[in-house]
């Protein structure tokens, strides 16, 4: 009998459904021209030679990432439905309450105080005991001595306190250290100072502590230019003679934008010194030194002068300087 083509069994063969051809592999692969691999059992023939999956195992790697892929998707989106439930289905949380803070010691309202102390305290003199005795009993707390340590002798005089420093040594009680010129001398008086509800007074002998020590100052510039500072004196001249008088017409050939002038609080002497540092040639900030004549005032006063020193922001224009600003200098005072 002829040979049948290749998959075609008869039809009688058991196992095989009518029509003689196999039941397809679902899992066989086409090969590049669109058939079958080769049957069961001819030569070379395996799973091995379809070119998929050996086996259903495959498969189940497919099967465990779609379940894992649901089962992340239904993770997100229950997540997005309960979160905004909660925040509007939760109660209000109550508002913490406010920490407790520790009163602090009034500071400015003590530093007041001790002024008006001092201005007492620091002028003595036995013709006017019993009304400095007076006045210190608006100060001092009951029971300290009315007179705060003084002999009923001697003389003193205060010119001038100001307040230096405040330490708190807790909220009731602190030292405000003021800084005094009296009977000729500058010095500090240490001034003890309780505070209770709103109500101050001094609770004992002040203290007499030295003046700040004086700070040594850096040494002069020794790079100047020498060209600039020729070259500044004739219009700074001029400039301050307009900042003098206050002249607006004269101001404005000399400063741009033009500064305001004193308005004949002083007349003017003499340019004494202008130091100009080297630095750029359209821009500079130099300092000069000004000589004051200080008109009489009230009867029985006769002026005099004064040396100012400023510092002075200066730019060139069309070959002329101007000020620009006009403000108090920090170069030391030669003798």
């Known amino acids: 009998m002829a040979r049948r083509s290749s998959g075609v ?14 039941p397809a592999d679902p899992w066989d692969q086409p090969d590049d021209k669109g058939r079958r691999g080769k049957a069961r059992g001819g030569s070379g023939g395996g799973r091995g030679d379809r070119g998929g999956w050996g086996g259903s195992g495959g498969r189940w790697w497919i099967y465990a990432g779609r379940v894992i892929l649901w089962a992340f998707i239904i993770v997100v989106l229950v997540n997005g439905v309960r979160a905004p439930f909660e925040r509007f289905t939760a109660k209000p949380s109550a508002p ?19 002024l008006s102390f001092a201005d007492v305290y620091l002028n003595y003199d036995p013709a006017t005991a019993a009304d400095r005795q007076r006045q210190l009993a608006q100060f001092i707390a009951p029971g300290v001595d009315a007179q705060l340590g003084w002999n009923s002798s001697g003389k003193s005089v205060l010119r001038s306190a100001h307040v230096s420093s405040v330490e708190a040594q807790d909220a009731n009680r602190a030292i ?23 109500a101050l007074a001094i609770s004992g002998r002040p203290a007499t502590l030295p003046a700040p020590p004086r700070a040594a100052l850096p040494a002069a510039n ?14 700074l001249t ?11 017409a004269s101001l404005q ?14 007349t003017f002497g003499a340019l004494k010194e202008v130091d100009a540092p080297q630095g750029d040639a359209n821009a500079r900030t130099v300092n000069a030194t000004v000589i004051w004549q200080v008109p009489p005032g009230q009867p029985k006063t006769t002026g005099g002068s004064l040396e100012q020193t400023y510092q002075l922001t200066m730019v060139k224009k069309d070959g002329n300087w101007y000020v620009t600003d006009i403000r108090g200098s920090t170069l030391p005072a030669a003798s």
């Open 176 to 198: 405000v250290t003021l800084l005094v010129q009296a009977n000729g001398k500058i010095f500090q008086l240490a001034v003890p100072v309780y505070a209770k509800d709103g």
């Open 222 to 235: 020794q790079d100047r230019d020498s060209a600039l500072e020729a070259e500044l004196q004739e219009p």
């Open 238 to 248: 001029g400039f301050f003679k307009a900042y003098a008088s206050g002249d607006t």
């Open 96 to 114: 913490s309450a406010p920490s407790a803070q520790k009163p602090a010691f009034p500071q400015e309202e003590a530093s007041s105080y001790a």
């Open 9 to 22: 069994v008869d039809a009688g063969t058991p196992g095989y459904p009518p029509g003689g051809f196999p």
């Open 253 to 266: 050939r000399y400063s741009d934008p033009p500064v305001t002038g004193l308005g004949n609080v002083l």
